[in-house]
């Protein structure tokens, strides 16, 4: 795939990874638009690209997605490639007191509104002679961390939407793309409170280096991107699911339980 000369929308592309695909996409001579919700954030994505388009968009509001689209579209017609970049995660503990709005926030943001996103994209996106859908999701997808359990469920969702929406548009001018980062050194992992999941550990990868992987991937049309232990993690939970399932949750597990859940 060229990765030069294309007009690149990224979804949360203010932070970690989405900013890092930005910065090097912007470096490869694309044109870069990004969204978030915080003015502050995109405000100051401009210090790293300074002809970066910037859109104020909160991407899990189906009406700030079709608001989104007129902009984007009348703004830069030339648009060719769609990251579904923007997500969140939380640690959990499943114990009824959640409450049913809050329950699915990860749903919303990290299945549902890429799938949202490419049913409002797919039309315009199929006029151009090539376009890419890129969706980020995530090592989680192969093998559940039990501490994010609604997260999990939903990059495990957004796996399956993936390959679906790739065989669906096979024959189409349209290249459908997975992107699954390990765990990568952003504000994210961050602000999960983790001791462990930090630059210090060999399974944490960082950012910039993910995004260059990825990115030389990508030259090579590879469909699933699994950089670092992503791939190693979808290898062995095929041979091994229940030894592999047990070994992601032993010890990060209680490490952020005991940072975010609080003990019961
Ligand atoms: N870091 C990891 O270890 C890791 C591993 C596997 C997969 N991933 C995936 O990689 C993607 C990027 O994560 P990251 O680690 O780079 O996280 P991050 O640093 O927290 O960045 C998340 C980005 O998403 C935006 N965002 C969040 N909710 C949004 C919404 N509703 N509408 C629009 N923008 C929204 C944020 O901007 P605002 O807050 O301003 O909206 C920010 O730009 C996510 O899909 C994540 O699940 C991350």
């Known amino acids: 795939m060229k990765l030069s000369a294309n007009t690149i929308l990224i979804t949360g592309g203010t932070s970690g990874i989405g900013l890092e695909l930005a910065k090097q996409l912007h470096q490869r001579q694309n044109t870069i638009l990004v969204t978030g919700r915080d003015p502050n954030k995109l405000r100051a994505i401009h210090e790293h690209i300074p002809r970066v388009q910037t859109y104020q968009s909160d991407v899990s509001d189906p009406a700030a997605i079709a608001a989104l689209y007129e902009r984007v579209t009348n ?11 923007a997500g969140v995660m939380r640690t959990l503990r499943l114990n009824g007191r959640i409450g049913l709005q809050d329950i699915g926030r990860e749903i919303e943001v990290d ?21 890419t859908i890129i969706n980020t999701s995530s090592l989680l997808a192969f093998v ?48 999960l409170g983790s001791d462990s999941l930090n630059s210090k550990n060999p399974i944490v990868m960082n950012v910039e280096k993910m995004v260059r992987v990825a990115l030389e991937q990508l030259e090579h049309d590879t469909a699933e991107i699994r950089p670092g232990m992503s791939n190693i993690m979808k290898l062995m939970s095929r041979f091994a699911p229940t030894f592999m399932l047990k070994q992601v949750n032993k ?5 952020l339980a005991k940072a975010n859940l609080g003990e019961e």
């Open 251 to 255: 010890s990060i597990t209680s490490d």
């Open 111 to 131: 299945l549902l509104r890429p799938v949202r996103m490419i049913e409002q994209f797919l039309p315009f996106l199929k006029t151009k002679p090539h376009a």
């Open 144 to 191: 559940p961390l039990a501490s994010s359990p609604i997260y999990s469920a939903a990059k495990a969702g957004l796996h399956s939407y993936t390959q679906s929406l790739r065989i669906q548009l096979h024959d189409t001018n349209v290249t459908v793309i997975e992107l699954a980062p390990p765990a990568t050194t952003t504000p994210l992992l961050e602000n």
């Open 75 to 85: 703004e830069f017609p030339d648009l060719n490639m769609l990251i579904n970049n």
